[in-house]
């Protein structure tokens, strides 16, 4: 089992910048790739960014350039440093882990397949 708990989300202004933080309670997270995901009111869950057991990390296209996914392991904590954020980022952001050692992109862009979600955390950008 995983447990997984973020925090960092807010409201900011268009341009803004948020760090969002996601701890991972089990030691041996090293082996799951790890993401972020967001569903925004009346939309399908969408991959974020995702990064796997070898360290590659994945965006989907429209947060290229802007976002940013990172893990300190001396914390077990997973990342995602957001910049130049605009009214359309606006969503509940989620981690989650996939124990299945699935490539970056597989993760991303099979949200469904994923079996360890936290509970998410607001952003809010206002234009």
């Known amino acids: 089992q995983v447990h997984l708990v973020e925090s960092g989300g807010g409201s900011v202004q268009s341009g803004g910048s948020l760090r969002l933080s996601c701890v991972v309670s089990r030691s041996t997270y090293n082996s799951y790739s790890l993401g972020w995901f967001r569903q925004a009111p009346g939309k399908e869950r969408e991959g974020v960014a995702t990064?796997?057991?070898?360290?590659?990390?994945t965006y989907v296209e429209h947060v290229k350039g802007r976002f940013t996914i990172s893990i300190d392991h001396a914390k077990n904590t997973l990342y995602l440093q957001m910049n130049s954020l605009k009214p359309e980022d606006t969503a509940m952001y989620y981690c989650?882990?996939?124990?299945?050692?699935?490539?970056?992109?597989?993760?991303?862009?099979?949200?469904?397949?994923?079996?360890?979600w936290g509970q998410g955390t607001q952003v809010t950008v206002s234009s």
């Open positions: 990064i796997d057991t070898v360290g590659y990390s």
């Open positions: 989650a882990a996939d124990s299945n050692r699935r490539p970056a992109y597989f993760v991303l862009h099979n949200p469904p397949s994923v079996d360890y």
